[in-house]
């Protein structure tokens, strides 16, 4: 099972900020944080990771508590093409069965005109 | 750099035939996954395998289904007596296996219709 916890579906305006909340209470010390995302009918997309302090990329900025108990997806400027269900998972970066993506059910971002 | 590249995209298949779908990795990654992703339902892991090693197959079904990652060549994944039920998209992803980044991504997907 997943061990992420996220809510449904949000809503946010074009052009406006979208902060997607996870919450990751179990995560262990060793565990990172990753997002992806899913568009309709494609396949998940890597946006960002992090194991202890935000990151910033191209796409997107994660900022994970100072706790790791959860952490914040931030899309900047969302625009209509950010529309996607995006996926908050905790997971060990090196190889080995622990290395799997496990998927929730993530959180459904519409981004309205 | 070319990405994890996956084919058929689209695959007919009459009940009982079987279904093939293979998936190239990203240059440079010697680890292939599975996922399965049923119609309007969320994406459940199947296998995960290293070349000609099967690291993980905790999500696959106990029959019909099959995984390879050869020395040379992609990896296969194989349906046998395909049946309705198996008519999902069907995702690879790869990861280089090691190193601090050992980023997971995926292709675009093989979809299965199974009529």
């Known amino acids: 099972d997943a061990k992420t916890t996220q809510p449904p579906s949000m809503d946010c305006a074009e052009g406006r900020a979208a902060n997607l909340p996870c919450n990751h209470s179990?995560?262990?010390?060793?565990?990172?944080v990753y997002w992806y995302r899913q568009i309709h009918s494609q396949g998940p997309q890597y946006i960002i990771h992090g194991l202890k302090n935000n990151e910033t990329n191209e796409m997107a900025s994660l900022i994970i508590t100072e706790d790791r108990k959860s952490s914040t997806l931030i899309l900047p400027h969302a625009t209509l093409r950010d529309t996607a269900v995006y996926y908050c998972i905790v997971r060990v970066n090196y190889g080995g069965s622990q290395g799997n993506l496990i998927f929730g059910k993530g959180t459904k971002l519409s981004v309205k005109p | 750099n070319a990405g994890v590249m996956q084919n058929p995209r689209h695959l007919v298949r009459r009940r009982g035939q079987e279904a093939r779908l293979r998936c190239s990795p990203m240059k440079g990654h010697s680890h292939v996954y599975w996922y399965r992703q049923l119609p309007e339902e969320g994406l459940k892991f199947m296998v995960y395998l290293q070349k000609e090693n099967i690291i993980d197959e905790s999500g696959m079904p106990k029959e019909r289904f099959s995984a390879e990652f050869p020395k040379e060549g992609p990896s296969i994944l194989r349906i046998q007596q395909v049946v309705r039920g198996d008519s999902a998209a069907y995702f690879c992803?790869?990861?280089?296996?090691f190193g601090t980044g050992n980023t997971i991504y995926f292709g675009e997907g093989s979809w299965l219709t199974v009529v």
């Open positions: 179990t995560i262990s010390g060793n565990e990172y």
């Open positions: 992803a790869s990861s280089p296996g």
